[in-house]
Nanobody, 112 residues
């Protein structure tokens, strides 16, 4: 079974940083593009960032471009999301996804 275990969320002040991690299992990690999707309270899902299977190509939503960086370690079956200069609008549950599978999510709260 595909499993995606996200971690690293928490409460952070505006302007702060967090690094999310997602450990994957149940599929050939290095063969698949990986994405991060977030869902703010009362809103629909928003694609945040994606990386191709080799990690050489990335996509970022305009709302996070220049502040977030996606990376992956195929030897560790792990994808990361480094989030800097966080804003209250970044608050939400962050999910890592592959194909149609979503992990359980990790909550990020940006508040003073």
């Amino acid at each position: 079974d595909v499993q995606l275990q996200a971690s690293g969320g928490g409460l952070v002040q505006p302007g702060g940083s967090l690094r999310l991690s997602c450990v994957a299992s149940g599929f050939t990690f290095g063969s698949y593009d990986m994405s991060w999707v977030r869902q703010a309270p009362g809103k629909g899902p928003e694609y945040v960032s994606a990386t191709n299977s080799g990690g050489g190509t990335s996509y970022y939503a305009d709302s996070v471009k220049g502040r977030f960086t996606i990376s992956r370690d195929n030897a560790k079956n792990t994808v990361y999301l480094q989030m800097n200069r966080l804003k209250p609008d970044d608050t939400g549950v962050y999910y890592c996804t592959v194909y149609t599978y979503w992990g359980q999510g990790t909550l990020v709260t940006v508040s003073s």
